[in-house]
Nanobody
Framework: QVQLVESGGGLVQAGGSLRLSCVASGSIFSVNSMGWCRQTPGKQRELVAAITSGGNTNYADSVKGRFTISRDNAKNTVALQLQMNSLKPEDTAVYYC?????????WGQGTQVTVSS
């Protein structure tokens, strides 16, 4: 079991920045990768950025060059961050922290990001 608690998000004007954070606890030693996904009403949840336990990252084409994912490993927790710069109105969504252990996926509660034009 992995518990994910998110923070950050909010309302920002286009061109601004936000930082999302997620703290993972529980069976973190078994986590293969972590990431951030986002979802808007009526659409499927999409992967925004991910980072493996080895530190390899990948990003959705729509956020490359603007978003940066990072992680800090502590003894009993992992802190995952998503730095979002040059935000656009189309980045508006609920953002979810994600952790994967083999075929299992754990989710945070979600945090709203709203970018005004």
């Amino acid at each position: 079991q992995v518990q994910l608690v998110e923070s950050g998000g909010g309302l920002v004007q286009a061109g601004g920045s936000l930082r999302l954070s997620c703290v993972a606890s529980g069976s973190i030693f078994s986590v293969n990768s972590m990431g951030w996904c986002r979802q808007t009403p009526g659409k499927q949840r999409e992967l925004v950025a991910a980072i493996t336990s080895g530190g390899n990252t990948n990003y959705a084409d729509s956020v490359k060059g603007r978003f940066t994912i990072s992680r800090d490993n502590a003894k009993n927790t992992v802190a995952l961050q998503l730095q979002m710069n040059s935000l656009k109105p189309e980045d508006t969504a609920v953002y979810y922290c994600q952790a994967r252990i083999l075929v299992l996926t754990y989710w945070g509660q979600g945090t709203q990001v709203t970018v005004s034009s």
